[in-house]
């Protein structure tokens, strides 16, 4: 199996994910996956796709990670893992992974700031005197 690319964004996070046929080595911008996400639900959160379709263990992932929080990167390279998935092959992952809801691209974005208020949708506060 050759190498498969695809690419997972969520929030302001941008996850090229490269798939070949592995051990289960998940590398995230030359870093382990324990060392770049500590914390263990966002760890969970990466394999995801591999436990719904049950191939933990049989790919390598190398992932290019840009911009976003912590939360943002995790989900991104989930659904980026599972697009690649799906490419390695359709008949047999695209239904668990589509049924789980990964392939579907999170398009919740933060609201840019108007002007001449605090925030998004937050106005100063009203005097009428």
Same mark, same amino acid.
């Given at each position: 199996?050759?190498? $498969?690319? *695809?690419? %997972?964004?969520? !929030?302001?996070?941008?996850?090229? &994910?490269? =798939?070949?046929?592995?051990?289960?080595?998940?590398?995230?911008?030359?870093?382990?996956?324990?060392?770049?996400?500590?914390?263990?639900?966002?760890?969970?959160?990466?394999?995801?796709?591999?436990?719904?379709?049950?191939?933990?263990?049989?790919?390598?992932?190398?992932? $290019?990670? *840009?911009? %976003?929080?912590? !939360?943002?990167?995790?989900?991104? &390279?989930? =659904?980026?893992?599972?697009?690649?998935?799906?490419?390695?092959?359709?008949?047999?992952?695209?239904?668990?992974?589509?049924?789980?809801?990964?392939?579907?691209?999170?398009?919740?974005?933060?609201?840019?700031?108007?002007?001449?208020?605090?925030?998004?949708?937050?106005?100063?506060?009203?005097?009428?005197?």
């Amino acid at each position: 199996m050759e190498q $498969t690319h *695809a690419l %997972g964004r969520r !929030k302001a996070a941008v996850a090229r &994910v490269y =798939l070949t046929a592995g051990k289960g080595n998940i590398t995230i911008n030359d870093r382990t996956l324990e060392n770049y996400f500590p914390e263990e639900t966002l760890q969970y959160v990466v394999n995801q796709p591999f436990e719904v379709t049950g191939t933990a263990g049989q790919f390598d992932v190398k992932v $290019t990670l *840009a911009g %976003g929080g912590t !939360k943002g990167q995790a989900e991104a &390279v989930r =659904l980026g893992i599972a697009r690649a998935l799906c490419e390695v092959d359709k008949e047999a992952y695209r239904a668990t992974l589509k049924a789980a809801g990964f392939l579907t691209r999170d398009a919740r974005e933060v609201e840019r700031k108007k002007p001449g208020q605090p925030g998004a949708r937050r106005r100063f506060q009203f005097s009428k005197r």
